[in-house]
């Protein structure tokens, strides 16, 4: 089945202790994308990938980093988290950049307390 | 500021009849737009998209409709079924960029 996968699904974690949210396809897409979901705010970019070895910032990478060694892994690290960084957090994929029908995984709910 | 917004936060309709849902945007320079439909629990789900260059296409249920003019754009679900109650985004991309920014979600209830 294609999909993409992000775990774990939810995390409960303390201020400044790093973790990371881990995201993979299995569709061979070269687009790869994190995104952050808050009440009234929508969905916020946060990084994207349009291939291996090549990241970019989205809209509001601070805080975060990614990195993107295989095709099909997309990584998503705090290395120090802070409570602004609670969040729902979505891991998106697709074909080639500039197509812009994205999966979406299911879903990363993050506690920073 | 720029920005892509939504008229209504929440839609209650009945099913069988038809839902619309609205969206507006700023950014002229905007060339493609997309409506994600998201579930409870789920991920954003692509419905259906439309190019600048286009006023109208029509999937499966579901017709998107874009005025260049006024800046707005519309979905529209036919026969709205208990299936379809979920939050609606739309999404825009602005030419030059390669990512999409999301309006803040309308949810729509299908009463039974």
């Known amino acids: 089945e294609a999909q993409v996968t992000q775990n774990p699904r939810y995390l409960i974690t303390v201020t400044g202790k790093k973790l990371t949210v881990t995201c993979s396809q299995n569709?061979?897409?070269?687009?790869m994308s994190w995104y952050r979901q808050d009440p009234g705010l929508g969905l916020r970019q946060i990084y994207y990938?349009?291939?291996?070895?090549?990241?970019d910032k989205g809209d509001v990478p601070e805080g975060y980093k990614v990195s993107r060694k295989e095709k099909r892994n997309f990584p998503l690290i705090l290395e120090s988290p802070s409570p602004n960084q609670t969040s729902l957090y979505f891991c998106?994929?697709?074909?080639?950049?500039?197509?812009?029908?994205?999966?979406f995984g299911p879903g990363t709910r993050l506690t920073v307390t | 500021g720029e920005s892509v917004g939504l008229h209504l936060p929440t839609l209650s309709v009945q099913e069988g009849d038809n839902s619309i849902i609205n969206c507006a945007y700023s950014?002229?320079?905007?060339?493609?737009f997309i409506w994600y439909k998201q579930e409870s629990g789920k991920g954003p789900q692509f419905i259906i998209d439309?190019?600048?260059?286009?006023d109208k296409r029509q999937g499966q249920r579901v017709t998107v409709l874009l005025n260049k003019t006024v800046k707005h754009l519309s979905l529209q679900i036919a026969a709205t079924q208990p299936g379809d109650s979920a939050v609606y985004f739309c999404?825009?991309?602005?030419?030059?960029?390669?990512?999409?920014?999301f309006g803040s979600g309308t949810r729509l209830q299908v009463q039974p």
């Open positions: 439309i190019r600048s260059n286009m």
């Open positions: 998106a994929s697709s074909l080639r950049t500039g197509t812009y029908e994205q999966y």
């Open positions: 990938s349009m291939n291996v070895e090549v990241t």
């Open positions: 569709m061979n897409h070269e687009y």
């Open positions: 950014n002229s320079a905007s060339d493609y």
């Open positions: 999404a825009e991309n602005r030419t030059g960029r390669r990512a999409l920014t």
